[in-house]
Every structure is written in C-alpha cells, then in structure tokens.
C-alpha cells in the first residue's frame, strides 16, 4: 500500500521524497496542498472522457488499483478495460476487482483468468452458487441473492478516485451500437480518495464477499503459461475507430498534461455498510438517512435527476411536506418508452398526478430515436438518443449529490449504495444548467388537464405539441405497466 499523501503543505515531503512517490502522487500531491481540506473535482459528463478517464488511469496506474462495480460487460469497452487491468498487473500494479455476482454470466471464464494472474485478485459479492442456472439461486436463497452492490468505484494508486453512476460498459461509454445511458461521474482527488479507499477495503473483507477461488474451482497450474487475452479484443476496426477517438479528445490531452480545469470543493463520501447485503445495517447508517440529515431542509429548490423514480408513499408525503414549505421540486426521470426496465416505471406512475397536483415539476426522457453524431455527446441528461442512467439532484444552487443511489425501495433498503456530497455552487449550477437544457431539448414535460388527466408536454418545436397517452409505447406496453402498478411489488423496485 502506497503511503498516504500529505494535504497540508508542499513542503511536507523533501525533494527527494517527492521523487520516489508515484507518478500520479507526485502530481496531485502540490494541487492538492493548496487547497487544504477540499477535493479537486472534475465532472465526466460525457461518454467518452469517462471511458478515457477509466483507461488511461489505468495505464498510469503504479501501485494498486481497486476496482468496484456492480456491472461489467463483454464488450468492447469492458474487454479493453480487462486488458488494461492485466496489463497494469504485468507491471506490477496490485489490483483488486470487486464485483457484484448478478451480472457476470458468461464472465466466468475471463475472471478465473484475470484471478490466475498473482498481482490481481478477483472478488464476488453475494455471489451464485448456481453458476449455470442461477435462476435457482433465486428459490433457494431469495433473501440472500435479492441483495446486490451497486457501489461504483475506480481507485488509482490511493490518489485518484472515480465515483458516480456508470458501469462498466459499451452504454456507458458510447462505444459500439448499444444505445447510450446518459450518466455522471466524478473524478476526485484529495481527502475523499483515502475514504474511498478505506469504504472498498471494508467491502473487500466484509462478509458477503467471496474470493474467486471459493466460487469457482481453477486448478492453480491451469493458466499460469497462459494469462493473456485474445488478440483480437484489440483488433477490429471498431475498436480501433474508438481509441483513435479517445486519444485525440480534449480530456485526454488536459489529463496527460495535467491541465484539467479542476472544482475545488469540500467533498464527503456516504456509502451503506456493507452488513446491508446481508439484511444487517442498522436503519439509521443507510445512504438515505444520512444523506438527509448531511443536507438537512432545503429552502428554495431541488432538482433531481434519476433513471429509476418510485418515491413511495413515504417518499412522497416528505416531498410534499417540502413544497408546503414553498420549495420548488423538479424531477427528471425516464418515460415509458425509454426506461430499461418497464415494470418499475410501474412504481413511479402511480404517483405522478399526486406529485403534479401540488406542484412538483415532472419531466420524463425521450426515448431512443436514430443514432447520430451528437448522441454521445450531451452528458447528464442526454438527448431522445440515450436512456436516462444519472443518479444526482442539487439543492438551493449550493450541495451536489452524485453517485449510485436511485430514489427508489431497492436502493434505499436493498442494494448497496455511495456517492458524494459536495458543497459547490459551480457544480450545482452545471447540473441546473443540464437539466434546464433537457426540458427543452431532451424530454416531455408533464401537466394536469382541467380534467386531471397527464398530458405530455413536447416544448421543442417552436410550439408546444401536446400528447394525450404515454409517448411511443404501444398499448399492451401501457396495459402491462397499468397491471404492474396495482401489483404488491414497489418494495422489490
């Protein structure tokens, strides 16, 4: 484990001293010494810095690497990730992947060969003892299994951390065909990251994480004369067109050079105790709770970006005891027609008119039309080419949350949760910004009719079109939603 780097002066550590650190320590260490007790933070908004950032701080990687993710796919960009993982062990960088067990099939084979590797270990949380057919596990072990991490971390030498709502993937990247999920995360360094650090050890070692080795059976001699990954992961065109891309970004040149246009901000970490995977955390040291009292009662507004909204009673009555207050809420969420998963929509729709009647704004995501230049390209709340995946709000233009949290049952009483709280105007007022921008470009607006009925609001065009059923989805998707909605299910959503 490298050695903990000094926030307090510069001169804290001899020139000599400041020579044997890491590359990456040795750039932040004099950044991070003027500004005592803040973070520097850069938002990654767009698609392709946040494949940058994970990529090219991999390669910079010299000591560790400790890599948390709830999914990573078998893709291209999770294949190069992969391989920059190995290659970062190759050199002798420790590196520790975590895991979240329910979205790994298919990976079994890639990971006992990134385990076999002896700087790398590879970890599962909750994981299946069903590998073929875990849908076993669910009759088996239900209560066990329904609960999943969903923390979302990228840690370099313990001096540089990334945190927010990405997975691992080709949409979340805006590589390959896939649709892109519009989301935000933050690169940190300072104070935060030996937090970070200190949350992923607690998981690495906590109770419902298991090594590979205990999962799966690979004999130890097995791999060892072959730990390499295909060839061809590099080769294709594609791949190729997308790293070209990387390498000649803007963001990619400011962080070689060091030239990121940093926010200094006071910046805290929240994250669930990991004893929540096993229906163990207490209530008051769950996400939410904190997150709630760390904020304490906005004054004037909120503005809430998530992909999956289902608010619950609870959730609602505390909303409205807040508009009684004269805050203004606004909230952006998926539509029907561009939600991944259908049947939560379910739990948000019930809702909505509540909500609408005493005043929160609702706005809802266009769906995915045809692909084009500009769709990789919007950030936080995308455009009708991306599927709403941000998790953040702002409160009175002055505290951010970002992270992995949705505001709904699961992520408040099942998954695994973290995300930072941040005290700055800067970044409240770009995610005001994006979301003011969205209600024009990106998505419909919601309103009652003198009857009470939701229309859907497009303000695009130079006049307002006015829509009487949910956008884009057929009937027997709305009749599903409608039977879903009566369903005693929101606690599993």
Partial sequence: MMKKTPTSTKDSLSNKEMNDLPRLASAVLPLCSQHPGQCGLFPLEKSLDAFAARY???EMAEHTLDVQYYIWQDDMSGRLLFSALLAA???GVRVRLLLDDNNTPGLDDILRLLDSHPRIEVRLFNPFSFRLLRPLGYITDFSRLNRRMHNKSFTVDGVVTLVGGRNIGDAYFGAGEEPLFSDLDVMAIGPVVEDVAD?????????SVSPLQQVLDVPEGEMADRIELPASWHNDAMTHRYLRKMESSPFINHLVDGT???????????SDDPAKGEGKAKRHSLLPQRLFDIMGSPSERIDIISSYFVPTRAGVAQLLRMVRKG?????L????AANDVAVVHAGYARWRKKLLRYGVELYELKPTREQSSTIHDRGITGNSGASLHAKTFSIDGKTVFIGSFNFDPRSTLLNTEMGFVIESETLAQLIDKRFIQSQYDAAWQLRLDRWGRINWVDRHAKK????KKEPATSFWKRVMVRLASILPVEWLL
């Fill in 260 to 270: 990121l246009p940093l926010i200094w901000a006071k910046t805290r970490l929240l």
């Fill in 333 to 336: 969420t998926n539509s029907l």
């Fill in 199 to 207: 949350d992923f050890a607690r998981y690495w070692y906590c109770k």
């Fill in 56 to 58: 090219r701080l991999a």
């Fill in 464 to 467: 307002e079109i006015i829509l």
């Fill in 89 to 91: 062990a190759k050199r």
């Fill in 327 to 331: 805050v203004k809420i606004a909230i």
